[in-house]
């Protein structure tokens, strides 16, 4: 019984680590082969989503691959962000907080005032609105499904928030690395800032560090947008109990929610990689052949459990939902990624400005 459990998934695994090979070979033979570049141009991750998204739609993905997809979408992305914790020292962790967490929380006001607006000029339900801007805010679909239990959201309401956080999220997954680079100049750790707060979900910005990491040689990226991400996840703690407080507030004094069950347990796997790295780097020489090939081999490993974890959302992306969602909600989705892309350059502008 339990192997049958295991089992299980294998055929989803295989099926996402299959478009990571195809998104790797792909990747060689267009950017290499054909254009003549040493370094492709394009990113192994955009392509393994762009796939994704095409056999999941032009395609039917059989029910027993959906398992095996879903697990990577929530566990291998998770192994593949713990493993990037090998690349981070604790000093650097500390430093990049101390900046991120000022700008993630003028973010989140910023979004939570701009949607209020848009609640009472487009008409949108108030609990759609919520689901939205905790979604562009905190840490897209999981806020999303966490939040809704407290505030007794539709299943309408939980599908136009998560349409809204895929189609934006995959649409600044793509566009904001290139972005990034250009309007901050090269300036990696203004980038991976960026990158970390202005994007909605956990794999988007992964893979979106993971892009500009592919095309920029910049690995520090990364680090910066992951450890911002991660940052912005344990908001969830604050986030979900004030949105029951202020939707519930002269209704019902019932709590539905625990922070034991929203907490994000692999932040604790991330930060136990970061400290693992700092350990074995006092432990052995500099130049400890074994142990600067187990560094290698596990950045290795957490980009290709990423990479296939963007296949898998690729292949469980329907655009068919998506599109027939109706247009108001894409709205407010579409003037809350903006809100969060803005509010993010000016506050990195007025530290630039006052702090360096």
Known sequence: MLNNKYLVVLPGIILAFILYSLSEGFNNIIGIELLGYNKSPISTAMIAILLGIFFGNFFK???????????????????????????????????????AIPLIIICIISVL?????????????????????????????????????????SKNEISYAIANITLFGILSMLLYPYFANFYFDGNSFFAGLFLGTAIHETSQVAAAGLIYDQQFNSPETLNIATVTKLIRNTFLIIMIPLFAFLYNRG????????????????????????????????????????????ITLIKALSKIFLTMAMAAIGLSTNLKDIISMGYKPFIVGFIAMLTVGIVCIFTIEIYLKFFI
Request: overall charge positive; charged content about 20%.
């Open 251 to 294: 209704v019902s004094k019932e709590k539905n929610y625990s922070i034991l069950n929203i907490f994000p347990y692999f932040i604790l796997g991330f930060v136990g990689m970061v400290v693992l790295r700092n350990i074995g780097d006092e432990i052995f020489v500099s130049n400890n052949e074994h142990w600067i090939q187990m």
């Open 61 to 99: 993905i059989r029910d027993n691959f959906q398992k095996g997809l879903d697990f990577s979408k929530e566990y291998i992305l998770k192994l593949g962000i713990i493993c990037l914790g090998i690349q981070l020292k604790p000093f650097e962790f500390i430093e990049f907080g101390k900046i």
């Open 113 to 153: 005032i701009t949607i209020k607006l848009l609640i009472k000029i487009l008409k949108i339900p108030t609990r759609m609105a919520y689901l939205t801007s905790i979604g562009c805010t905190v840490c897209g679909t999981t806020a999303i499904m966490a939040t809704a239990p407290v505030i007794k959201a």
